[in-house]
């Protein structure tokens, strides 16, 4: 899963929700020098990860996009399925996507000492384009996957993934719902058990 998805998944606690999303940034067992919330965050972003990368409902999507896109298809997928999670956003929080967000950045900027020096030097610009709350229009997805295309050295190609997501809307639209109704259960089961690690 892509930001959105990790941040939500992560429940009310704010240093989960900064572990979880920091996790990709923090590499094997160099997560026992963070505090123990943040852990717990870092853990529950892994298993989050290794869970979506085996569902057979997520892999129907990548599916669709591999002969095109190659080892590329899981980013992409992560991403168009953070596109559905904030365009239904009431569907699944009460808080509107907005403010939940802005809430975010605050929190952020709150524990940025305790942010890996590349998501400091990230978070500006995070906050300047409103990344998250961008998730829920096409050409926010756009930006995002021209973006990352960039990073590849335009190797990937994947700012031509628009071009997927809207040839087959419903399609990834109703596998992400199914998914994702069955991957909140399994985050809530597994942020409980590491709660009592």
Request: charged fraction near 25%; aromatic fraction near 12%; charge should be neutral.
């Amino acid at each position: 899963m892509n930001y959105l998805a990790h941040i939500y998944l992560s429940g009310d606690n704010d240093l989960i929700t900064v572990g979880n999303f920091i996790a990709d940034g923090i590499k094997g067992k160099s997560y026992k020098k963070h505090l123990k919330d943040i852990q717990i965050g870092i853990l529950l972003h892994r298993n989050i990860d290794t869970y979506t990368d085996a569902h057979q409902t997520v892999r129907l999507s990548t599916k669709r996009l591999h002969e095109k896109y190659g080892h590329y298809s899981g980013i992409i997928v992560d991403i168009l399925y953070d596109h559905f999670l904030a365009k239904n956003w009431s569907k699944y929080c009460t808080v509107p996507l907005h403010k939940y967000v802005a809430d975010f950045y605050n929190s952020l900027e709150t524990h940025y000492d305790l942010l890996p020096l590349r998501i400091q030097k990230m978070m500006p610009h995070m906050i300047a384009d409103n990344w998250l709350l961008s998730y829920a229009s096409i050409d926010g997805i756009s930006r995002v996957l021209n973006g990352m295309n960039r990073k590849t050295k335009n190797k990937s190609g994947m700012h031509e993934a628009v071009v997927e997501l809207e040839e087959f809307y419903k399609e990834f639209e109703n596998e992400f719902t199914l998914f994702f109704n069955e991957l909140i259960i399994f985050s809530k089961q597994k942020l409980e058990e590491l709660n009592k690690i």
